[in-house]
């Protein structure tokens, strides 16, 4: 089974400042892990994603996201925060055991940018 | 940048009614997904789909539902008798590869609301 949990159900942050939404996950084999972004009324876009290789993946938007695999977590960043930012972000889990192909999403987050 | 899109934006339609949701994955994309999401509630995964059958389904995705690839370029999810609790944003989404690290790209999605 898999599962993600974002225990944060809002973070606010200054605009320029750095930002930080907290990401856990549990798979049972190797994870893949996603970042989607969601702006109000609109689809998911993707962000980011970690397969293997190097522990900080970059995406767009200026967005980044750590994998630590001891905590298990895939926590998203951006050195400096935009108004623009503001959305709904959601992490995303899938496991290569078991010929899972479902994403598991977590609950979301709500980021709020304060200019 | 090619991109999943969906059809309609919004429908209403009256509970027992049959519905049918529309989504044209990007062009050279072979596994095809249905998510949804219930307001204020995570994404969760209906059905994949590829080679013209169901590859996986989750729970949510019952007798009421069927996928239906009907030409070259659509693919389409029916919900045969409509319940108040189907109201939610329908989410299609595809993938080059069905590997766990392969990335599912989202349309804008369709929000339906069942009266």
């Known amino acids: 089974a898999q599962s993600v949990a974002q225990p944060e159900d809002q973070v606010n942050v200054a605009e320029g400042n750095p930002l930080t939404v907290k990401c856990t996950y549990s798979?049972?084999?190797?994870?893949?892990l996603f970042w989607y972004v969601q702006y109000p009324n609109r689809g998911l876009q993707f962000l980011l994603k970690?397969?293997?290789?190097?522990?900080l993946v970059k995406g767009s938007y200026g967005f980044e996201a750590e994998f630590n695999k001891s905590q298990t977590s895939f926590h998203l960043k951006k050195p400096s925060a935009l108004v623009s930012d503001s959305a709904l972000y959601f992490c995303?889990?899938?496991?290569?055991?078991?010929?899972?192909?479902?994403?598991?999403f977590g609950t979301g987050t709500k980021l709020q940018v304060i200019p | 940048e090619p991109e999943v899109t969906q059809t309609p934006s919004h429908q209403v339609t009256q509970m027992g009614q049959e519905v049918i949701l529309r989504c044209v994955p990007i062009?050279?994309?072979?596994?095809f997904y249905w998510y949804r999401q219930i307001l204020g509630q995570k994404v969760e995964f209906l059905v994949s789909?590829?080679?013209?059958?169901?590859?996986?389904k989750s729970e949510i995705f019952d007798d009421q539902f069927s996928v239906e690839r009907p030409d070259g370029s659509n693919f389409t999810l029916k919900i045969r008798s409509t319940k108040l609790e189907d109201s939610a944003m329908y989410f299609c989404?595809?993938?080059?590869?069905?590997?766990?690290?392969?990335?599912?790209?989202f349309g804008p999605g369709t929000r339906l609301l069942v009266l």
């Open positions: 989404a595809s993938s080059g590869g069905l590997g766990a690290q392969e990335t599912q790209y």
């Open positions: 798979v049972s084999g190797n994870p893949y």
């Open positions: 970690y397969i293997t290789g190097d522990n």
């Open positions: 995303a889990v899938r496991d290569n055991s078991g010929g899972y192909q479902k994403v598991t």
């Open positions: 062009s050279n994309h072979l596994y």
């Open positions: 789909f590829y080679n013209n059958e169901i590859s996986e």
